[in-house]
């Protein structure tokens, strides 16, 4: 009879067992009750050891099952389970206060008991340790992008999300940080910091591990500016001995989910961080950018540039203008640059709406040599109808620099149209790096040995570095219009540092050409210190080639 009902009350166990999410919390008391009442137990309490290490210095891991309160710690029955994957677990079994302790045939079924509660603790451990492995990062101690993905759809479908604010953050010179500690001491520090701001999201909220120095932050809006402000600057000790500490800072695209753009999915919602977070890398002075309608069509614009660029240069849609180059001595023409414009579908696109985008991938390259390519044909054709030809500055990105072959791809495609060198000028922007300086100075080099000249463009713009001017061999320095004093200035400094520069460069042989000139008095000013080569609306805007063409023929700009 009672063999009876306790195989009933093991086969209930079992099918209430098997209904639990999670064998391992307190919720499992449900389904251990009847068994416990029946063979009088107070509390069972399980202590898993994950090493042998933490066994042999008794540091478990207790998981409290089932518990009365009324418990009786005399009467103990333990049983301890080896799991194949080298962990173990030991099983603590109490009676109930003031019973009689158990006898032989309670004792059997209390094994019995415990072992199957083994089979369903082992499988729940293995479910936590599988959604730990899907969900979490082993390294940073955090959650994955899985499951930011797999929270923001939740909330999407219990419409909260726009109680939210997502964030894609990147830390900020990290591999410096692990050039300056090493690599070890580099993921102590980002786990520390990863795990302050994951502090800071509160109960609601956390950080995920997107890859590399990348992750992810979902918080409640009201945490905004207090995770802003810890990713602006944290001070993160990385040495517990000593209190060495370091300042980590981030920067972050953060999107306000505030319903005004609708959220579908949470790839809406990654965009959204990504666009931002591009956004902010792009920017200088700010470390964070929010995400906006504006920014999301800006976006859209990009992208369409970059789909249709393969086409549209292949349907030679991109047209050369030129801009005169004038010399305040003679009034004539001394010289042009290239610029260029895009023809799409009748209108034309100025150069700051795609060059950009272009630039963040290699397209600007493929560009850039177009232009060149497209340069020489026209000076060749005005050579050959005995034209007064000038030579003719063609812009070159940056992103050119690390590119070994590009002397021998420049001096082919001037080659292969047959000008000769020295009506060809390339120009092109300051550098900030070592890397880049280096590359610089090879591909001047290159160039002055086969008598292309070259020009350092927009001089006086971001961080002008006398270093770039003094030790590299340019031949021109285009000053930027940013430092000709504008109509109205009142400040003196402008003046007195364009004149210094200008004296500079004629001192060190430098041809000096100031850009942007658009009024006579900047004119006169130039004059005044000397620079006799002026580009600016003051004398022509950049002109299509048949315009530009007539300047050619003896043209006088004095006015
Ligand atoms: P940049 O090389 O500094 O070119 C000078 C820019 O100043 C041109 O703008 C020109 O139209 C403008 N400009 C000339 N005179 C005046 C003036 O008096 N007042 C004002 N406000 N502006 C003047 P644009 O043509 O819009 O080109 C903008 C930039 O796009 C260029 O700046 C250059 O960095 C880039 N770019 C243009 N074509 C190419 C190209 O073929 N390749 C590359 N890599 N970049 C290019
Ligand atoms: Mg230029
Ligand atoms: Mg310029």
Request: proline share 3%.
């Amino acid at each position: 009879m009672r063999e009876n009902s306790f195989r009933r009350i093991i086969q209930n166990f079992i099918m209430n067992m098997e209904s639990i999410q999670n064998t391992l919390t307190p919720e499992s008391s449900f389904a251990l009750t009847e068994p416990c009442v029946f063979l009088r137990i107070g509390m069972i309490r399980a202590d898993f050891f994950e090493t042998p290490r933490a066994y042999a210095m008794e540091n478990g891991q207790p998981y409290i099952l089932y518990n009365t309160g009324d418990v009786d710690e005399t009467n103990e029955f333990t049983m301890e389970k080896d799991t194949k994957v080298g962990t173990k677990v030991i099983y603590h079994v109490f009676g109930l206060i003031d019973e009689e302790p158990w006898t032989d045939e309670e004792m059997e079924r209390l094994d019995v008991l415990i072992k199957m509660l083994f089979v369903f603790n082992g499988r729940s451990r293995l479910m936590i340790a599988n959604y730990k492995l899907t969900f979490y990062d082993q390294d940073m101690q955090v959650f994955n992008l899985k499951y930011f993905f797999k929270t923001i759809a939740e909330l999407i479908a219990k419409n909260e999300i726009t109680q939210y604010t997502a964030m894609y953050i990147n830390l900020k010179r990290f591999s410096a940080v692990n050039l300056q500690l090493g690599k070890k001491i580099g993921n102590v520090v980002m786990r520390g910091f990863v795990k302050h701001i994951d502090m800071l999201t509160g109960d609601d909220g956390f950080v995920a591990r997107i890859g590399g120095d990348n992750f992810a932050v979902l918080c409640k809006q009201e945490l905004t500016d207090t995770i802003l402000e810890a990713l602006s600057g944290t001070a993160v000790t990385f040495d517990e001995k000593t209190g060495d500490r370091i300042l980590v800072s981030a920067c972050a695209g953060v999107y306000v989910i505030d319903g005004r753009l609708p959220v579908r999915s949470p790839d809406d919602v990654m965009d959204g961080i990504g666009i931002s977070i591009a956004a902010a890398k792009a920017r200088t002075k700010h470390d964070f950018a929010f995400f906006s309608e504006e920014m999301l069509e800006r976006n859209k614009q990009q992208l369409m540039v970059s789909s249709m660029f393969p086409n549209a240069l292949e349907n030679e849609e991109f047209l050369v203008y030129y801009q005169p180059k004038v010399s305040t001595e003679t009034y004539r023409i001394v010289g042009a640059e290239a610029l260029c414009r895009w023809n799409h579908e009748g209108k034309l696109i100025p150069p700051a709406e795609f060059i950009p985008v272009l630039e963040r991938g290699i397209d600007i390259c493929k560009l850039d040599f177009y232009m060149l390519d497209h340069v020489c044909r026209d000076i060749r054709r005005w050579l050959d109808e005995g034209k007064n030809v000038v030579k003719v500055s063609v812009n070159f990105s940056r992103r050119h620099l690390s590119d070994m072959d590009l002397l021998e791809h420049i001096v082919e495609i001037i080659d292969r149209n047959n000008v000769p060198h020295d009506f060809i000028e390339i120009e092109l922007t300051e550098t900030t790096t070592d890397v880049e300086f280096k590359d610089l100075r090879r591909v001047l080099s290159g160039l002055r040995d086969t008598g292309i000249s070259t020009s350092v463009d927009d001089f006086g713009v971001g961080y002008s570095s006398l270093t770039l001017i003094k030790d590299l061999p340019w031949d021109v320095m285009k000053i930027d219009r940013s430092l000709l004093p504008q109509e109205g200035d009142s400040d003196k400094k402008k003046s007195v540092m364009l004149k210094y520069v200008v004296g500079m460069a004629a001192e060190i042989g430098l041809q000096c050409v100031a850009e942007g000139v658009e009024t006579i008095e900047q004119e006169e000013l130039l004059k005044d210190y000397s620079c006799s080569i002026i580009q600016g609306f003051y004398f022509d805007k950049p002109l299509p080639v048949t315009e530009y063409e007539t300047r050619l023929d003896n043209y006088s700009y004095k006015k």
